[in-house]
């Protein structure tokens, strides 16, 4: 096994074991009363399927309506291949951002102004961390402002805002995580299939 491969089995087995504890106090949440203090996994708290459907429904669309952009400018060869078990990380990727950034970075008593704040702030940072348009490169910072990394940083941002509003909606009113958690997982698979689809996965 090669070490990007280990790598990315790592970060999967890390999602795993967090959502394995993520929903084993989620379980335990159907008995928790009321009034009981918030449980340390954030968004631990049951929520109804269709919001979880929702969710992914909306992370698909933005997903196609970024491909659909990127080749209607053209700039759909510009991307970068990638092998097939980066699949692994994406999957590992999906629980751990949204534990961090829907999660713990964003806590469920938020709301109004703060709230709002908290949305365009961490899916500014969402945006950044993913590399599309500023990252260390060589030893250097680069800023890339080409409309392909311009369509994917806008993309980031959007699905970004559209997670933490799968948490933090009048649907969802336990702020379950579990929505943003799917939403997550089926962009991430989108996002390999398209890949896929357009030959930017190595397979060997």
Not at 154 to 175: D, H, K, Q
Not at 188 to 195: C, D, E, P, W
Request: charged content about 10%.
């Amino acid at each position: 096994m090669d070490s990007p491969t280990l790598s990315h089995l790592v970060y999967l087995a890390l999602g795993v074991g967090i959502l394995f504890l993520w929903a084993r106090e989620t379980r335990a949440a159907r008995s928790r009363p009321a009034d009981a203090p918030e449980p340390f996994w954030p968004g631990a708290a049951p929520c109804a399927w269709q919001t979880a459907v929702l969710a992914g429904v909306g992370a698909l669309l933005l997903t196609l309506v970024e491909s659909g952009l990127e080749i209607h400018l053209g700039v759909q060869d510009e991307q970068s291949t990638i092998p097939s078990s980066f699949l692994l990380a994406m999957m590992g990727a999906a629980v751990v951002e949204e534990v961090t950034f829907r999660g713990f970075a964003a806590p469920s008593t938020l709301s109004g102004v703060r709230l709002l704040a908290a949305i365009l702030a961490g899916s500014l940072i969402f945006m950044l961390l993913h590399g599309h348009i500023v990252a260390f490169r060589d030893g250097a910072l680069s800023v890339d402002g080409s409309p392909k990394a311009l369509v994917s940083a806008g993309s980031a941002f959007a699905v970004s805002c559209w997670l933490y509003l799968c948490r933090f909606n009048p649907l969802n009113p336990g702020r379950s995580l579990a929505p943003a958690l799917v939403g997550h997982a089926v962009r991430n698979l989108a996002v390999f299939g398209i890949k896929d689809a357009q030959g930017f996965v190595a397979w060997n």
